[in-house]
């Protein structure tokens, strides 16, 4: 079992900057493919992007370019970089914690472990 807190949520005019942080503990870190979300209230859950073991990473393409995904096995964290923000970023964000062997099969993140999330507002 993965117990998943995600931190650096804030407000932020639009084109600024903000970095995520989601810190992992329990199970070994390295045994899970790491996953980024969000999600505005009414609305489905938005799959961000997702970084692999091995460190390799898959975007939305609305956000392949804006935002980058990266892991510290050392640190059981997982980061969510976003640049060049805009309103439509504004939502609750999580990360989520997917076995390995559900990532190769590409079993469904409800399946994952999930953190509390954090908000992140933007402004114009």
């Known amino acids: 079992q993965v117990h998943l807190v995600e931190s650096g949520g804030d407000s932020v005019q639009a084109g600024g900057s903000l970095r995520l942080s989601c810190v992992a503990s329990?199970?070994?870190?390295?045994?899970?493919?790491m996953g980024w979300f969000r999600q505005v209230s009414g609305k489905e859950r938005e799959w961000l992007g997702t970084?692999?073991?091995?460190?390799?990473?898959k975007y939305l393409d609305s956000v392949q370019g804006r935002f980058a995904i990266s892991r510290d096995d050392s640190k059981a964290t997982v980061y969510l970089q976003m640049n060049r923000m805009k309103p439509d970023d504004s939502a609750m964000y999580y990360c989520a914690a997917l076995g390995l062997y559900d990532c190769y099969l590409g079993s469904s993140w409800d399946h994952a472990y999930w953190g509390q999330g954090t908000q992140v507002t933007v402004s114009s």
């Open positions: 970084v692999d073991n091995d460190d390799s990473t």
């Open positions: 329990g199970d070994t870190f390295s045994h899970y493919c």
